[in-house]
Structures are given as structure tokens and as C-alpha cells.
């Protein structure tokens, strides 16, 4: 079991540049969540779709934020432009959808934006 | 919503002593509690997790307890080693595909 893949694992961009990070969940789970993690906020949700449909877009701090799942095994979280504020380490966890949700994650991406 | 509060942010214990972390949480809905691990660049792992209709749960030398009336759930690891240390997070939910929400986390050192 590859577990769920992010990538880049690195990302260093100029302020209002786009950033694509991209995640593939692991085999079989529907639902995949997108988390930022910051040292002053801790981990927020940003955005969760189940068999790829968002459900609840809440956390994502601002337009500039924006999130798709084409299908069951990709999903991209976008930053355009980015701005210093939005250097974090961003998650993409994933699950099964039942009883109780066991979230997987994966590596992360570490974002800084300069 | 739901708001869990983790205590303490941080905890030094010597090797093979015992480590507690506790959290608490606000919405009486919630009843899935896991926790998780997170070593340094990589992302958390699940460790262990309780759900509402048990009040503790062991493997090996962690385990978790759950007071549903009080609302609050606790992490203890015993024989604490070296590579016990990392931040843990403990986090809760309702069932169903509901997002986590998670404590600040608890960073643990195990002195050798």
C-alpha cells in the first residue's frame, strides 16, 4: 500500500505566483480532506469532498484558494496568486467513508512563498 | 462547532517513565477520538483511537481512556523510549465522514 502521495514534497515560489499542489489519496477511500498547519494555528481543515464532491469549502481562507477532485484517485489545491502568509505545510489526508473515519495522510507539502 | 483543547504543549519525561496528555472536547455529538503522531518533516500518523461506546482501549504500551459525561479523553504511554518522541495530536469528530478537528498538540521529549 503506497499510502496517499503529495506532491511537490518542496515548493519555494515568489509572492503572487501560482502553486499547484497535487495529492493522490489511497486506493478505494472516497473521501480526501486538504489541512494547512502553521506553528501559530495548528492544523485547520481547508476543504473535504466525498466521492469527489466538496462538501465543505469553510477553511479555505480566501478566493485565492481554490480546490478540485477530478476523480477518485487526484485531487489539486491551488494558491493563485500566493502571498508570504500562505508558507505552511499543507496535508491531504484520506478515508473511507463509513462508520467512523480513520484519516490517513499523507507526507505534506512545504510551502514557502517568498 | 466542535473545539478541542489539548494540555499540555509540551512534556519532558525521563526514559521508561509514563507520559499522560490529555484533551478536552465541546461537542457532545462527537464520538470518534483518535490520535496521532508526528515525527519531524513527515506527517501524523494514527496511533490509536476510541470510539464512544467504550470508555479504554489498549495496544501494547499506549492507551487511550474516554469520559463521554465529562468530555474528555486521555492518551497515556508507559515505559516511555527515545523514539516515543514527537508531537501528538488528539482530534474528534462525529461518525461519518465529518472532518477531524484537532487539538494544538503536545510536544513530547523522552530523555535518555
Known amino acids: 500500500d503506497a499510502g496517499v502521495i503529495q506532491s511537490p514534497r518542496h515548493e519555494v515560489t515568489e509572492m503572487g505566483q501560482e502553486v499547484t499542489l497535487r495529492c493522490k489519496p489511497i486506493?478505494?477511500?472516497?473521501?480526501l480532506f486538504w489541512y494547512r498547519q502553521t506553528m501559530m494555528r495548528g492544523l485547520e481543515l481547508l476543504i473535504y469532498?466525498?466521492?469527489?464532491?466538496?462538501?465543505?469549502d469553510s477553511g479555505m481562507p480566501e478566493d485565492r484558494f481554490s480546490a478540485k477532485m477530478p476523480n477518485a484517485s487526484f485531487s489539486t489545491l491551488k494558491i493563485q496568486p500566493s502571498e508570504p502568509r500562505d508558507s505552511a505545510v499543507y496535508f491531504c489526508?484520506?478515508?473511507?467513508?463509513?462508520?467512523?473515519?480513520?484519516?490517513?495522510f499523507g507526507p505534506g507539502t512545504r510551502l514557502t512563498v517568498l | 462547532g466542535e473545539n478541542v483543547e489539548q494540555h499540555p504543549s509540551t512534556l519532558s519525561v525521563q526514559e521508561g517513565d509514563s507520559a499522560v496528555i490529555k484533551c478536552t472536547y465541546s461537542?457532545?455529538?462527537?464520538?470518534?477520538f483518535p490520535w496521532y503522531k508526528q515525527e519531524l518533516g513527515k506527517g501524523p500518523q494514527l496511533i490509536i483511537d476510541?470510539?464512544?461506546?467504550?470508555g479504554e482501549k489498549k495496544d501494547q504500551r499506549i492507551a487511550v481512556t474516554l469520559n463521554k459525561t465529562a468530555k474528555h479523553f486521555s492518551l497515556h504511554i508507559t515505559e516511555t523510549q527515545p523514539e516515543d518522541s514527537a508531537v501528538y495530536f488528539c482530534?474528534?469528530?462525529?461518525?461519518?465522514?465529518?472532518?477531524?478537528?484537532f487539538g494544538k498538540g503536545t510536544r513530547l521529549s523522552v530523555i535518555a
Open positions: 482530534a474528534a469528530s462525529m461518525s461519518g465522514n465529518t472532518p477531524l478537528v
Open positions: 476510541i470510539r464512544s461506546n467504550v
Open positions: 469532498f466525498n466521492n469527489n464532491v466538496p462538501i465543505d
Open positions: 486506493s478505494g477511500h472516497n473521501s
Open positions: 489526508a484520506s478515508s473511507f467513508q463509513g462508520a467512523y473515519n480513520e484519516q490517513f
Open positions: 461537542d457532545s455529538a462527537s464520538n470518534y
